[in-house]
């Protein structure tokens, strides 16, 4: 190639790398603009082998499990540890895990105990991803009142989690979440590693807005019921 080709070659690039950059950043801009995630709804559907036509999600899960998931299968990797003793396989927990792990604008759960660390692990993610988490537990359940195995609620709090917490002689005894107001599980599960691997349990996991729509009302009710007062010094 001589000298005179190359200096036509660089002239021509020089000249067209502006329209060029105008044109990828036009595209972009549009493409983004355009862009939508995908719902919570549909990313379970899928994950359920639902029609996404359907475009509901009722699914009823039971425990107890196996075992505790493996965190590497969790987190969508092969695991080559002959030593690891999690379950490597879709179980009740993981399905749990997979409505928490999808969400995307809000996380709702009123619980009246949580000491499973999968599932307290698994809020602090959702957090971190920008979700805004908010929890209602009983306060015999949330640490305060002296050391209580496995709790994570000092966790949650720790990791910026808001949390509230029911204090009387009778019990915040819910078990559900709500997940981008579109989504409710609800049933019999505490969010403990006994209910996972021990008890007999039960959940139901619906997007059907009749029975959604009273647990976002309640949810609400109670976080405005359990706001911590304010102390008031003379
Ligand atoms: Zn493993």
Known sequence: MTIAKIFLLATCIAVASDPIYHIITTL???????????????????????PPSSKNVHKVIF??????????FLSGHACKDPRCYGVHHETSLTVLLSVIN????SLDVCVYMITCSSLGNALIECHER??????I????????EGEMTGCQIGKLRAAGINVRCHSSS???????LVADIEVLVNGSFNWTNQAVMGNFENLM???DKDLVHPYVEEFQRLWEKFEPKEVVVD
């Open 28 to 50: 972009f801009s549009k493409w983004r603009r355009n862009y939508k995630p995908r719902s919570l709804i549909d990313v379970l559907c899928q994950r359920y082998n639902i």
């Open 63 to 72: 425990f107890p499990d196996t075992g505790l998931p493996c965190r590497r």
């Open 102 to 105: 999808s969400c995307l604008h």
């Open 130 to 135: 920008g979700v805004p988490v908010r929890v």
């Open 137 to 144: 537990t009983d306060e015999r359940n949330s640490g305060e």
């Open 170 to 176: 009778f019990w915040m005894h819910h078990k559900f």
């Open 205 to 207: 996991i619906t997007s």
